[in-house]
């Protein structure tokens, strides 16, 4: 960043702090320097003038849940249908949830109990077996020492990258624990990814029953945040000439398959009885002569289907190019990757965690600097400690020469242990400002995490929340940073 760049991050950051709620793009007091946390980020460039209709996501998008509360309450369910349904022990009903422990992008390794953080390289960085940390010795003899570099996908592995997966990677993890400590406790012939295998099904009956959304919309405050920006966004946009559309349940991902043929219903809102339709066009109910006339004062710009596939929403919304769309969601495999690779949607993925992630980012910019300057030193003293090693094996030196050069290496090598240990400490401090466990959301050390290649690959924008688009023009053209490698970072401009 040029100084007017990193003037303007800083009174950013300063709002940020000032509590001060942000205005919606169109109005009298929008178009306003906006919050670093609240920022939409660009990976791929993106001319909203293009978009034709927006989509969305419904859980985690538009509906911002309560992870404290929300994740506990699935935790819970799920407690209750391996006890209840699945012939797991009643100690597990005493069992809590730390719903701070997991974060998104981590890998769940079935067959041997671990979890997993890798960096894009796909290299196993931090391992932990249940809850207890895997020696560097065991990691790389596990992960490290194999011909053919593992793909660490299903069926072996789970992916966790969806907020709605942290409390069954918890969950799992206590398993874990609870089979190697007290292996009769367990069911018969209960292996780690049998153990797995059984929260997947008790979180798919909790879903399944309606026992979560029976709760939830009891007391929505209590799991949903309320966000006042989602319906004059939503206005805004479509006051812009935009159409929009939600896209939820999980029939998602057949949906989005072109070649889907299956059927699409229209739901009366106020019934919830489904009509036949001919491929979304209204057509003679049984019984009736004519289409059936939708109910009197209901408006016709707003209609609920069930079923279908992307190929009939592209009809109903006439969609000419794929590129036309937005879809915004918070699922990287179900939401982003699918729409994105598969159809040629724009995208854009909400990352709740990004807002603190960015503004510790900002508050930890000095020490960052620390961490480059140590390194470098690492570096160089190593650098020394080598070419005095190679002066020693390889030159013709006088007694009082080589015995010199000894001494200058021991103290040398004393000089480098110490920048090591001093790096490796101020890294791992550094790390656990964001995460006591799993450190920075989009870093593994200096490399970016898996997690954030898959944000880096599949979505044109990120940001931590929907009503982000709020603070935006919708017109605006969307443009990534420049790309640097490494060889570009040592001659930028100051």
């Not at 003899?141 to 942290?166: H, K, M, Q, V, W």
Request: include cysteine.
């Amino acid at each position: 960043m040029d100084h007017s760049d990193r003037t303007m991050l800083s009174d950013k950051v300063l709002q940020s702090h000032g509590g001060e709620k942000p205005h919606i793009w169109s109005s009298l007091e929008g178009g306003s320097r906006i919050d670093i946390g609240k920022q939409i980020f660009c990976n791929r460039s993106l001319n909203m003038r293009n978009i034709v209709a927006i989509g969305f996501d419904m859980d985690y998008t538009l509906a911002q849940y309560k992870p404290e509360t929300f994740e506990s309450l699935a935790y819970e369910g799920t407690v209750r249908k391996l006890v209840y349904d699945l012939g797991y022990p009643q100690e597990l009903l005493e069992w809590t949830f730390d719903w701070k422990y997991m974060v998104r992008g981590l890998v769940l390794d079935k067959k041997r109990g671990n979890i997993l953080k890798m960096d894009r390289h796909k290299y196993v960085k931090v391992a932990y077996h249940g809850f207890r940390e895997l020696s560097k010795e065991d990691k790389v003899g596990t992960y490290g020492n194999t011909f053919i570099r593992d793909s660490f996908d299903e069926p072996d592995y789970a992916l966790i990258d969806t907020l709605f997966s942290l409390a069954e990677a918890y969950l799992f993890a206590q398993l874990v624990d609870l089979r190697d400590n007290n292996p009769g406790k367990v069911p018969e012939g209960a292996d780690y990814p049998r153990m797995y295998k059984d929260v997947r099904a008790a979180v798919d009956l909790c879903h399944r029953d309606g026992t979560l959304k029976q709760v939830v919309a009891k007391d929505p405050k209590r799991y949903i945040n309320e966000d006042t920006s989602i319906v004059p966004m939503l206005k805004m946009l479509r006051n812009s000439g935009r159409l929009t559309f939600l896209v939820t349940n999980s029939a998602k991902p057949g949906f989005f398959l072109e070649d889907n043929r299956a059927n699409i219903f229209e739901v009366e809102p106020e019934s919830g009885m489904l009509l036949n339709t001919d491929n979304g066009t209204p057509m003679p109910q049984v019984g009736s002569t004519s289409p059936k006339m939708l109910p009197k004062g209901l408006n016709k710009r707003y209609r609920v289907f069930q079923g279908g596939s992307v190929g009939h929403l592209h009809k109903l919304l006439s969609i000419e190019s794929s590129t036309q769309v937005l879809y915004v969601g918070d699922h990287i495999y179900g939401d982003i990757l699918r729409s994105k690779k598969v159809l040629g949607w724009r995208t854009m993925l909400v990352v709740p965690e990004l807002e603190r992630e960015v503004e510790l980012l900002w508050e930890l910019r000095d020490t960052r600097k620390q961490l480059r300057l140590l390194r470098n030193e690492r570096d160089l003293v190593e650098d020394r400690v080598h070419h005095l090693k190679w002066s020693l094996k390889f030159e013709s030196l006088g007694d009082d020469e080589k015995q010199n050069m000894i001494s200058s290496l021991g103290e040398l090598e004393s000089q480098r242990d110490q920048v090591h240990l001093a790096h490796q400490q101020a890294q791992g401090d550094y790390h656990q400002k964001f995460h006591k466990i799993w450190g920075q959301l989009m870093k593994t050390g200096y490399q970016n995490s898996r997690f954030a290649h898959q944000v880096e690959r599949f979505a044109c924008l990120y940001t931590s929340q929907v009503s982000n688009l709020s603070l935006y023009s919708p017109d605006k053209c969307y443009r990534p940073s420049e790309d640097f490698m490494p060889h570009e970072f040592h001659i930028l401009p100051s």
